[in-house]
Structures are given as structure tokens and as C-alpha cells.
């Protein structure tokens, strides 16, 4: 699917050329649009009532980080405003403009209905993203997990809060499955692409590297058939 | 961003030179008049010969070598590849032990992977926080069985310079005291960065292989060449004809090796008055961006670096977002930002100065070039700030001057997760 939006992307005139493999990247009009003129940014520092929630996550692979605010109308649980800031590439700010837009549009969507936008939903907005880039740059809706979580905590819905579970692989290195997924996702395929980007099982027993070996074979299997 | 067309200011000189049009003009009979395969004993034959035998005495004497040392090959890569691979290979019974740096080259940091895995131990050395390899660091890691030291010439993207004669006395110094192992080990350095800017002759600072490349002289793409020293043995990586002594088979890229040596001799010719005018650019270029742009930091030694290399990490951003922005006002740059690098892993170089992955992602390099001009490192000056003003604004972070760890790592943390850094857990 991801590739197909991206075959169909025409006319881009923006490109980032990798300075080892002279690879282009190809941004979509969309998401041009969206980074040099980013949406629903935090320009100043917030009055403590203007939102009445925030959440903050980060890619350690990839280290870009994201900070979202938001305001929430209490009656109506439907989304006033939000906001954001983001550290990282063209993508990640074209991104988590587009998901801005989306979630406060035609009298914003309620809480409930954005924790359903999907990072998939963003890219079809935005016309597609080079494939490699698409779990980096679309952090947004983890940050709004986090950021409506905050608002759950701040109003007594406790049994609304989602903690994504992670499962420790590596107890000295505190490596989850997560990591393991996002590993793959960027593209390494082998047990040595794994060690090497996450330095996991390295001096662990047989068993555990098993484990990661049938997790690598798992998320190549679920993202790449 | 509009349609007027504007003047594009190339500052990505250490990734690829354009063609110099004097090359292209020595290059030219040799496409369809001089089409003669080098190993034929007719009159074409012949004539391609020579030229390939003048080309090769042209960089025998730049470097101050004699011609059966110079093996030509596709560029930086092949000639990274086969200096180690061949030596490792000829030489793995007096021993399997190669020492190296942690800032080289892809294609020398790759192979040795590679060789890794054939058997052979690899010690990497640290450079200390300017990008420079201490010479007592090299010394200490030497063994009884190291048979090779592989240290760039210059950096590629901090640019620095590694004090390679320094280095080659102490192996040599390591040589005298272990002569019942001939002449292991060996130093092997890639000069594709220095050339056009450095001095090139091998006997100076007494290496037994070096590497070099013609994209980067304003010579053609694909085409390189690799000293060897004589009395030095290397196992080839293609097998087949005896062309370049049995070293590198295959029909001569006559082609390209004309131009190769004329893009050298001409970047050597002219090195000096290139290297000064170029270097009072980079001066005025990197102290205009520390002075103007607030939390900057300049990558690398500020002396013993290339005079065309300006590496600077611009806090708080990342450098993606940069080269778009520059980009639309017509300035070509590069980054060690992971989001431009294929595995998306951030500048080997830059943490290995021991900065945090902070200061990779905002890295910026500026590699100027002859076609740079004063008015280019102005406008440079110009628009940068801006750019980096609008970024910042765009940017949640605010990473520390002179950190050694990552900032925010409560970001990173997950629910139910922990990160450590600082010696702090955060959940």
C-alpha cells in the first residue's frame, strides 16, 4: 500500500539526497506544504488553564521526540485545540502537522474518535512517505495516547488509560519487544542487523537469542509479508 | 518555494566535484578515437597503452611513486576494499590482528566487518574529542600479529587530519624491533578526502598503501587509484586478466583514468593557492555561524582540519529540516542526521567524538569548493539564521552545551518503561 502512494506521488520538487548512496527521497506536495508552513504549532510557552493536557514521546532509534497540548472541552469531550512541537526530520514535522489538523477540523473529533486515527490515516492524508520514514516521523499518535492519557489521569477516568505493553528482552540493556519491532521497521531483517542497532543479546544465553530471532522473523513476517 | 530560479550555491564538494571542463577536454579522444584495448599489440592497442602508462607516470609522480606501485581502480570503495581485504588475505599467517579508528569511511569500517568474520581481530581506536587519532593510542594496540593499520588521511566529515607521520614512524619504530616478521605491519591509509588539498607524497609521511578517488578532485565518478608500495603483496579481488599486475583484472578504464590523472595533477598543481583561498572562506564561514547563530558547535579540530570543511552541530534542530530549508534558498549541504543516512543511523563520526545523538542529528556540513565564492558564504550567512530561528521555534528540545548524554530522556521512556541516562532512571 505504502508503496503504491508513493508511485503515485507526482510532481515534487523537494528532494533530500542521501550523501553516501545519492538515494532521493521524495516528499509529497502535502507534506512540503505541512513542513514549511506547519500548523497548529506551540509558538509560546502555555498559561497553565489553556490546555488541560500534555504528553511527550521519543524514538530512541531514530531520535526524534514530539510534544503535544491539548484542550479539551469537558462536556463534549470534543478536541478545541491542539497543539504541538516536534524535533526531527521533514516528515516528522509534516506529520504531526497533518494529525493536528485532523483531530481539531469541522469542530474537532472527541477524544474517543482520535484515539482511532491511525499513523496510516496520516499518510494517506499527507499523500504517502518514503517507507523508511514512516515510523519515525509518525509519532503523533503515540503522543496523543500519552496526552489523552494525561487528560484520563487529570479527570478520574482511570479505567480509560492505555499503557502500551512492552516485554523486556534484555534485562541489562532494558530492550523490549517494542524495540525489537522498530529495529525491524528500519530496515534490519537479521539477528546481527538487530544486535547491531540495539547491541541486545550480545553475551546472552542461547535461549534468549532464539527469542529474538523468532520476534525478527514475527515483525519482518507483519510488516513485510 | 517560487518559481524565479536561483542561483544554486553547491557546498557539498567532500560528497562530489562537478566535472573540471579541462579534464573533460583531455578525456574526450578517448571515448571514440582512442577506443584501443590497452593489452592489444596493434597500433590502437598501442595508443591506448600509452596513454594509460602516461597517466600512471603522471600519479606515480605526484606521489612521489614509481609507476608499478599505482594500481588504478573504480574509485574510494574498490581501493579501500582491496588494500584491506588484500593485505588481510596475503599476509593472514603472520598474523590476524588490524588496527583502525572509529571515525574512518564506510567502506573501511564495512570491510573490516567483513573481515571480522573471515577470522581476524579488529581493534578500533578512539579519537579524542577534536577528531583526531592519538599517535601513542595506535602504538599501544601494536601486537606481535597485527599485520595492518588502516588511518584516514583526512576525515570526510569533520575533516579532520590525522597525524599520519607520526604514526608511520611508530609502526616502523614496532617494524625494527620485530624484523623476524619481515615488514608487518602494514599502514594503509584513504587519502580521498586530502587529495587536491594535502600533500600526497608517500615517502613524507611513509605509508605502504594509500587510496584516492577522481570524483572528489573534479575528476569522473568510477574511477580511483590505489599505491601499494613495492615489496608490499596483496591479494586481488578480481580474477582474470593480468592487467595492473595481476593486482586488478579487467579491461582499463582508459576513459576514466586519463581523466583521473589529469584531475589530479591538475588539483595538485594548484593546491596551494586553492588551499589558502579556500581555507580564509571556511574561517569566515565558520566563525560567522558561531558568532551569529547562538548554541552552535563546531565539529572536529579547529586547525588540523581540510581548508574546504565546515562541520557544525546547530543545537536543538535536526539537520533534515535544515538541508530542505536550504534547499528552497538554492544552498546544497549535507547532515549526519539519521533521518538522510540509508539505515538511518546517525553520524558514526559525531558520536564518536563523544557527543550525544543530539549533536549528530543537528550536524551540519558546508564543503566548499572552487566554484565557492565570498558572495556564497555571505548568503549562507544570511539565510541560516533564519532557518535555524524557525526551526528552533518548531523544536521541543533544548539540548545542553557540551553534553555527554541525551537530553529528555523522560520523552523516550514509554509507560511502564525505563530509560536510563545520566546514571538516572526515568519512567
Given amino acids: 500500500m505504502q508503496n503504491k502512494s508513493n508511485k503515485e506521488i507526482k510532481g515534487i520538487d523537494i528532494d533530500v539526497i542521501n550523501q553516501y548512496t545519492g538515494e532521493k527521497w521524495y516528499y509529497t506536495d502535502i507534506v512540503k506544504e505541512h513542513f514549511f508552513k506547519p500548523r497548529n504549532l506551540l509558538l509560546e510557552d502555555p498559561s497553565d488553564d489553556a490546555f488541560n493536557a500534555t504528553g511527550m514521546v521519543g524514538s530512541p532509534a531514530c531520535g526524534d521526540m514530539m510534544h503535544m497540548w491539548m484542550r479539551v472541552d469537558p462536556t463534549t469531550e470534543r478536541i478545541q485545540d491542539l497543539k504541538w512541537k516536534t524535533f526531527g526530520c521533514g516528515s516528522a514535522i509534516a506529520a504531526t502537522s497533518m494529525y493536528s489538523v485532523m483531530l481539531t477540523e469541522n469542530g474537532g473529533l472527541s477524544v474517543a474518535d482520535a484515539l482511532k486515527v491511525k499513523p496510516q490515516h496520516i499518510m494517506e492524508r499527507l499523500g504517502g512517505l518514503p517507507n523508511r520514514k514512516i515510523h519515525c516521523s509518525v509519532l503523533a499518535d503515540k503522543a496523543f495516547q500519552k496526552t489523552a492519557n494525561d487528560y484520563f489521569r487529570k479527570t478520574g477516568q482511570n479505567q480509560r488509560i492505555v499503557i502500551e505493553g512492552a516485554r523486556v528482552i534484555d534485562e541489562r540493556l532494558n530492550i523490549t519487544d517494542k524495540d525489537i519491532e522498530e529495529a525491524v521497521l528500519e530496515g534490519a531483517m537479521t539477528l546481527e542487523d538487530v544486535q547491531k542497532k540495539l547491541k541486545v543479546g550480545v553475551g546472552m544465553q542461547t535461549e534468549a537469542l532464539v527469542e529474538i530471532e523468532q520476534l525478527i522473523r514475527f515483525y519482518s513476517e507483519k510488516y513485510y509479508g | ?427
Avoid: W
Fill in chain 2, 1 to 427: 518555494m517560487s518559481d524565479k530560479v536561483i542561483k544554486r550555491i553547491y557546498m557539498d564538494h567532500a560528497a562530489s566535484t562537478p566535472l573540471d571542463s579541462r579534464i573533460r577536454v583531455a578525456m574526450d579522444p578517448y571515448l571514440e578515437e582512442e577506443f584501443g584495448n590497452p593489452g592489444a599489440l596493434y597500433r590502437e592497442g598501442r595508443r591506448a597503452k600509452d596513454a594509460l602508462e602516461n597517466a600512471r607516470e603522471s600519479v606515480a609522480g605526484i606521489l612521489n611513486a614509481d609507476m608499478s606501485e599505482i594500481i588504478f581502480t573504480s574509485g574510494g570503495t574498490e581501493g579501500d576494499v582491496l588494500a584491506l581485504t588484500g593485505i588481510a588475505r596475503m599476509y593472514a599467517n603472520y598474523g590476524k590482528h588490524i588496527i583502525s579508528t572509529t571515525i574512518e569511511h564506510h567502506a573501511v569500517l564495512h570491510t573490516l566487518d567483513a573481515l571480522k568474520k573471515e577470522g581476524f581481530e579488529i581493534t578500533l581506536i578512539e579519537v579524542g574529542q577534536n577528531g583526531i587519532v592519538n599517535p601513542q593510542h595506535i602504538e599501544d594496540a601494536l601486537r606481535p600479529d597485527t599485520i595492518l593499520v588502516s588511518v584516514m588521511y583526512a576525515n570526510n566529515e569533520i575533516g579532520t587530519i590525522q597525524p599520519l607521520a607520526e604514526i608511520a614512524r611508530r609502526i616502523k619504530k614496532f617494524r625494527d624491533i620485530n624484523t623476524d616478521k619481515m615488514s608487518v605491519p602494514f599502514f594503509h591509509t584513504d587519502a580521498c578526502q586530502a587529495a587536491g588539498y594535502l600533500d600526497l607524497d608517500v615517502k613524507s609521511f611513509g605509508v605502504d598503501l594509500m587510496v584516492m578517488n577522481g570524483s572528489k578532485i573534479y575528476g569522473p565518478k568510477g574511477v580511483g587509484a590505489l599505491y601499494v608500495r613495492k615489496g608490499v603483496r596483496i591479494k586481488p579481488m578480481f580474477f582474470g586478466g593480468a592487467q595492473e599486475g595481476k593486482r586488478r583484472a579487467g579491461t582499463e578504464n582508459i576513459f576514466g583514468i586519463v581523466g583521473f590523472a589529469e584531475a589530479l595533477k591538475i588539483a595538485n598543481d594548484e593546491r596551494d593557492e586553492e588551499s589558502n583561498r579556500v581555507k580564509n572562506l571556511r574561517d569566515k564561514l565558520i566563525d560567522g555561524i558561531l558568532k551569529i547563530i547562538p548554541r552552535t558547535v563546531l565539529n572536529g579540530d579547529r586547525d588540523l582540519r581540510l581548508p574546504n570543511n565546515v562541520n557544525i552541530s546547530i543545537l536543538d534542530i535536526e539537520g533534515e529540516g535544515v538541508i530542505l530549508y536550504l534547499d528552497s534558498y538554492g544552498i546544497a549541504c549535507s547532515t549526519g542526521s539519521a533521518c538522510t543516512s540509508e539505515s538511518l543511523d546517525p553520524s558514526h563520526v559525531i558520536l564518536a567524538l563523544g557527543r550525544p545523538y543530539e549533536y549528530a542529528h543537528a550536524s551540519i556540513r558546508f564543503t566548499l569548493g572552487r566554484s565557492t565564492t565570498s558572495e556564497d558564504v555571505d548568503r549562507v550567512l544570511e539565510v541560516l539564521p533564519r532557518v535555524t530561528e524557525t526551526l528552533r521555534k518548531i523544536s521541543p528540545i533544548k539540548v545542553e552545551m557540551d553534553a555527554k548524554s541525551m537530553s529528555h530522556p523522560e520523552a523516550f521512556a514509554g509507560e511502564g518503561l525505563r530509560v536510563k541516562a545520566k546514571s538516572k532512571n526515568y519512567k
